[in-house]
């Protein structure tokens, strides 16, 4: 049987566990804090390697930033990662193959192929965090687009430079969908500048009206951000992973989708295959390409 | 040499002319006027075939609606065509092969064949007319959807419904990229609730202020879509065509675009497969498919 060390490297963690072509992990999943520098990134995953490296058939690595189309090289920003992080040769660490993929791709064909969208060949998995993140599966493989970055969640949810965005614009999903984006929609609806994230969510849990209100205002953008990606994608289903995706009522988002929709009926799902997601579905496609 | 007929029907007119594999038409452009009832649709469409049948080795329609992932009928709303019209059995007609596709799917299968994204294998083709068409093509094979519907370019461009939409919903990017959209957001800069789309164009020509300004705002929401679009899809180009894409400065839209992406750099085109582009790609990709 094939195995695969699948890595899922973050901006403060790093993870390591054996997987099989079934998505099965094997033994513990090992894990590091992410280093601050480029220099000891590469010390630690020189580490991991020798000590994977006979138990193995390959590594598989689900990286913050977006990969290119050949699956070797990190390209575009990652921002929570040491700078040089994206000039690393990967596949020079070790003489077994080294494949890697962006983490919320890798997450999405985890979900494809072991979770909520099994079965789904069309489908768009929103990862909402900090920030959002995307994987869209189209006929059953991942939209990579001309360099490998397609799947950014960035289009435009106002035309009137309301909010400012991580990627410099104004207005994207992203600026609304997130977490930062519910604490930005708090701090209108409370109007308290301080608050966090999670003061929103206590705040609703206590029945706290402003706090309900941000959650409602939060989940109709990204409801409507749903819809027009239903509009583009037709897709069998969405699914919701992240931190925030507990918060999401998707049923209620759902219906609205499906009411308004110009394509046809979509499903909306909560994530399913785990935390460790991200290393799986690296581990998975790097079984389909390698 | 295979020879098709190609079939463009809209909501006035239909064209049809025969057409080779490599996108040439032989002979004259036919034209009719779309007739009002389904009953007469299909009397028209008898005659066409028993005129032609003998030419040609199959029939390749461009009609409005979506069409389903089979290319056998249409699925979904035509909001030109008359009640009915998605019940035809067009295969029924003939017993050479009837192939259908939605008609922005053909024109950006025409543009990628023979056109402005010649040899591009990820483009986004944007139709802008009365509405807005979007026909998307992803590493050389045409979006679809798990329908057939995929490529509606109803996306949110405002969280605050401000304008309706043909949709049913609000602020789309139809209800602001297409003639109709330029024509309502003239109302605004004029505060004339009677200004038309041609009255806009003349104005803007004639250094009409509140005219310009239309015209620039338009051309500014055309561009934040754009980018949306360039952030989900990474491709290699973009295509405008319709009747509206003349106004359209595409070089300034290309620099904006570029400058706020967080992909990698695009192009954006004019059309130049032609008024028949319809016809053509429907006749195109009959060939890639029968």
Known sequence: ??????????????AV??????????????RFPTPKTKKEIVETLKNIISKYENEVDFFALATAGAVNNENTRVIGSTANLPKGYKDIDFQSLTNKKFFLENDANCAAWAEYKIGASKGCKNSVMLTLGTGVGGG??????LLKGKSGSAGEMHF???RNQERSCTCGTFDCFEAY???NGLRKTAI?????PDVTT?????????????????????????????LGLANIFDPDCFVLSGSMEKFVDTKKIEKFVNKNTV???????HAKAGNYSGLIGAALLGFEKI
């Open 263 to 269: 394509t046809t009926p979509t499903k909306i799902f």
């Open 177 to 179: 969908a997130s977490g």
């Open 188 to 192: 209108e609806t409370t109007k308290n």
């Open 156 to 158: 435009m949810m106002s």
């Open 1 to 14: 049987m094939k195995k695969a060390l699948g890595i899922d490297l973050g901006g403060t963690k790093i």
């Open 17 to 30: 566990a054996i997987v099989d072509d079934k998505g099965n992990i094997f033994g513990n999943v090992e």
């Open 198 to 226: 999670y003061d929103v969510i206590q705040g609703a849990k206590d029945n706290v009206d402003t706090c309900l209100k941000a959650l409602e205002i939060w989940q109709n953008d990204i409801a409507l951000g749903i």
């Open 136 to 141: 869209i599966i189209i006929d059953g493989k």
